[in-house]
């Protein structure tokens, strides 16, 4: 419970663009950790250490980016990075589900397991890279989180995943609108000044 609630924490400071989404989904990434460990669920803990290894990524790129223009700035990815980042999760899912096939310990659920999975690794990157496509890849990770969750008797999780889908709504359109904010003028007095 406290470690989906810090998720739900980190992707709300994502909407308002705080770096501190990032170290806040890494202390989520840790609390599920001792709770998998507990749990004696090894698959579980293996997923884990990799969306850990993605925050401090994330982070990283934002801590850059605030660096050098002050803030985190957001943008709509190109065709050729979406088709990227479609071609990517795609095989992603395809491989990791082949490998949960082969290892049946590590998901009950192989395919749907690997689609939410490498679907969150798509949406963390697309994130970092300050993409507004990482809200529709949250979007269609929560399209088989939600329902997975409450089939398998998950309900709390399920919940989440449901106000993970709001946060998810007004994150994209507050990262939409920041889009397309006009310049401030001073910016347009400078252009026209070094041009």
Do not use: C
């Not at 088709?83 to 082949?98: E, F, I, K, N, R």
């Not at 990482?134 to 998950?154: C, K, Q």
């Amino acid at each position: 419970m406290i470690g989906n609630l810090l998720g739900l924490g980190a992707l709300a400071l994502g909407w308002r663009r705080s770096v501190v989404s990032w170290p806040v989904q890494l202390l989520s990434g840790l609390v599920l950790i001792a709770a998998y460990f507990s749990g004696h669920v090894p698959g579980l803990i293996g997923k884990q250490l990799i969306v850990i290894a993605a925050a401090l990524w994330g982070w990283s790129r934002w801590q850059h980016s605030r660096r050098e223009t002050g803030e985190i700035a957001v943008r709509f990815a190109t065709w050729r990075e979406r088709g990227l980042l479609a071609a990517a999760t795609a095989l992603g899912t395809a491989a990791v589900a082949g490998l949960f096939l082969a290892v049946p310990e590590l998901s009950w659920n192989p395919w749907a397991d690997a689609y939410i999975f490498v679907g969150t690794l798509a949406a963390m990157f697309a994130q970092g890279k300050g993409w507004i496509e990482f809200w529709f890849a949250w979007i269609a990770v929560d399209v088989v989180g939600v329902p997975l969750a409450f089939s398998s008797g998950y309900s709390f999780s399920g919940l989440t995943y449901v106000i993970y889908f709001v946060l998810v709504l007004l994150g994209m359109r507050s990262w939409y609108l920041r889009t397309r904010t006009a310049r401030p003028a001073t910016d347009t007095v400078l252009q026209g000044a070094t041009a």
